[in-house]
T-cell receptor, first 114, second 114 residues
Framework: NAGVMQNPRHLVRRRGQEARLRCSPMKGHSHVYWYRQLPEEGLKFMVYLQKENIIDESGMPKERFSAEFPKEGPSILRIQQVVRGDSAAYFC????????????FGQGTRLTVV | AQTVTQSQPEMSVQEAETVTLSCTYDTSESDYYLFWYKQPPSRQMILVIRQEAYKQQNATENRFSVNFQKAAKSFSLKISDSQLGDAAMYFCASSTSGTYKYIFGTGTRLKVLA
């Protein structure tokens, strides 16, 4: 049973470009969470999705950031018109039907904006 | 709102010795979970140990154990017989039962000296 898969592992974007981060949850998991980790900080919650639904996006910046989890395919975190402050590690986690059992994390995508 | 505080940015321990990492939290909820995650240089978030707040018995996992002091809102991690592979960032986290958000502390970097 493969773990949570995130790609790419590293992504470099110039200011103003778009960044698309992908997350494939563990098999059988229908809950996906995205977290952001700034340098030397802990992870901060961004958004929680179930298949085709955004349940809670209270941690998402109001502009430029969006997330989806389509019926087929991976979850996507999209950042439009990236700025230097978006440079961070972005982690995806998934869990089975019941939240609060262990959430399994991917290895993260390190986004660098130059 | 929940908060998690780790007051030790960095700790060192001699190989085979014991070290304790501190964590305090604040929550108004009565039902919640506490976690310790390990993040090695690979960035993978690895669950070390989990504690349900309603359980009085401290959780243990092999060389890892916690000291859960509910009244003091303290949740420290003890690593016995430290090994070189234990060197990593350690994050304390909490979540409220029925929700899905982890609240992370800022982490403690553990160095293991040979």
């Amino acid at each position: 049973n493969a773990g949570v898969m995130q790609n790419p592992r590293h992504l470099v974007r110039r200011r103003g470009q778009e960044a698309r981060l992908r997350c494939s949850p563990m098999k059988g998991h229908s809950h996906v969470y995205w977290y952001r980790q700034l340098p030397e900080e802990g992870l901060k919650f961004m958004v929680y999705l179930q298949k085709e639904n955004i349940i809670d996006e209270s941690g998402m910046p109001k502009e430029r950031f969006s997330a989806e989890f389509p019926k087929e395919g991976p979850s996507i975190l999209r950042i439009q018109q990236v700025v230097r402050g978006d440079s961070a590690a972005y982690f995806c986690a998934s869990s089975p039907i019941s939240p609060n059992t262990e959430a399994f994390f991917g290895q993260g995508t390190r986004l660098t904006v130059v | 709102a929940q908060t998690v505080t780790q007051s030790q940015p960095e700790m060192s321990v001699q190989e085979a010795e014991t070290v304790t990492l501190s964590c305090t939290y604040d929550t108004s909820e009565s039902d919640y979970y506490l976690f310790w995650y390990k993040q090695p240089p690979s960035r993978q978030m690895i669950l070390v140990i989990r504690q349900e707040a309603y359980k009085q018995q401290n959780a243990t996992e092999n060389r890892f154990s916690v000291n859960f002091q509910k009244a003091a809102k303290s949740f420290s991690l003890k690593i016995s017989d430290s090994q070189l592979g234990d060197a990593a960032m350690y994050f304390c986290a909490s979540s409220t039962s029925g929700t899905y958000k982890y609240i992370f502390g800022t982490g403690t970097r553990l160095k293991v000296l040979a």
